[in-house]
């Protein structure tokens, strides 16, 4: 071989293994991006249920589901003053994007910035009304009441979609997951909560029944029900030694006891005979019910209220002053707004908007009758108590659905903080509260109270502050700092499952372990020590909640059953049948 082939030969070889390198180098590279980025989605399905759930608010409508069940204020001036009626509602609300003013100029706020100025990221919150004066027209407005926390990767976040290269080049770390807040540059998470299962009855038995008064057990029945908005209210039904059943119910924190029968009544009007075949199934052996529901009849009776009308009147006059009334509302319509506000929430939204009233409160006196029915049973020793501590029993309450809560309670603070100020000033000054005066109403909405400064605090400390309870058993505990200490650490915040700090000081003679049916959801090793040891979870890397709920139609499923062999629940109950009840409707047996 010559000099000058050979040296052909060593150059090509060069060039060929050159090559060769450098597709390895190419295929290295894919295969490092295309781990990254698989590692990226796991770690972030390990944190979704926060950001799912705060995207909720604004990709599955949540947050018009929120304004949709606010109230509409009535002004009702006193006919001396010459005023006239005002009506006005919240008819959409608006959050913004992060930003900020510099120099009179608006710019976008990114996460990194908020820590550095140490300052919160937050948005405007915008609401928009509508108000009637007399019998004018519907005039609309609107109003930026405060700046509400936003969620960092969330939808209303400038890093929401971002990939792993843009959030370095926005200064952000390019493994961010979000999930969390930023208030005063620190960074505040919401810990995901255990509470009972929505729409679902549970037969309990608990010492604390006892002390309502001094002729309660401590048997009963107990359902948490829960609307599309995630708002809760939940209705308990007690045993008494007498015999009876009374229904319980918490409006602004206060507890209120009605006797199961007048609720019957005020649902449907039924007839005396008609409640007495519910509640005993037609069941000729069912002597211990049987003489109960005589006696629970016999009771209402001496009320001496003959219809519906009667029984809605009655419960009005003596619940006016409770639910704030109106002077010009009359006391049935206070009766029947206590039982639609107050009774078996869910149901409207189970049933869907084609449900007449009729329809809505059949199946809320259904689902009474079955709890009164499963109530009687676990007197009787014929079931079990549930479990209230088994997974089957728990749902979770996520850190997006507790904010939407906390928001929906502060506009219709907001409504009713200006329905009090317009009063005031019709009692002390009549010249100073002209309500045709559009003057008036500007300087009104100006001075309102600041909603996104609330949500801050909530955030901030953790602590809630509200009228109603939100039907939650703790006032304090609902937030954390996200501790950086290392990266698992981090990392456990977002998988952390608390059963509530109630029952940290609740006394109990009961072992806090975990359940056989919480293997593979549950972490059984994960737990603190002190008093929150076995009521401090961490959910396992497999574990995953859901964010979306059920499309099937309620109708759909009905039809199923019925097909099975499931009977309607209109027809006479026989003796030996069992309910079928599908999100806390009773839709056969």
Known sequence: MSAATENFANALNAARSAEIDKLARQRLKSQSSANVEANSAALYELVAPHVESFNWMFEEGGLDLCVRNLPKITITPPPESGQPTAQMYISNVVIGKPNFTQGGDNRILLPHMAREMRTTYDAPLTIFYEKKVGEGAWESGSRIVGRVPIMVRSVKCHLHGLSRAELVKNKEEAGEWGGYFIVNGNERLVRLLIMPRRNHIFAVERSAFTKRGPEYTKFGTTIR???????????????????????????????FFIPAVLVLKALTGMTDREIYEKITQNDPEAAFISERAELMIR????????????????????????????PTESDRAVGERLIDEHIFIHIPDVLGPDATPETINRAKADLLITMIHRTFLLVQDKIKPDDMDA?????????????????????????????????????????????????YWKKLVESSVDVGRKLKYFITTGNLVSRSGLDLMQVSG???????????????????????????????????????????FLCPVHTPDGSPCGLLNHLTAPCRILTRFCRVPHKDIVSLLSSLGMVDPRLPATHGSLPVLLDGVLVGR
């Open 225 to 255: 029900c829960v609307r599309n908005d995630q708002s809760a209210l939940t209705v308990t039904v007690h045993y008494l030694e007498t015999g009876s059943l009374n229904v319980r119910f918490v409006h602004r924190k206060q507890e």
């Open 391 to 439: 997974m089957s029993s728990h749902e979770c309450l996520l850190p997006g659905y507790l904010y939407a809560m906390i928001l929906k309670e502060n506009l219709a603070e907001w409504l009713y903080l200006i329905r009090s100020r317009i009063m005031r000033d019709l009692r002390t000054s009549q010249k100073r509260a002209r309500l045709t005066d559009p003057a």
């Open 299 to 326: 009771e209402a009776k001496t009320l001496k209220l003959r219809s519906r009308s009667d029984v809605l009147a009655y419960l009005g006059r003596h619940f006016r002053a409770v639910t704030g009334a109106e």
């Open 478 to 520: 609902y937030t954390i700092g996200a501790e950086k200490l290392n990266y698992y650490r981090y990392l456990s915040h977002f998988r952390s499952i608390h059963r509530g700090q109630f029952f940290t000081t609740m006394k109990t003679t009961s072992v806090r372990k975990l359940l056989p049916e919480s293997w593979g």
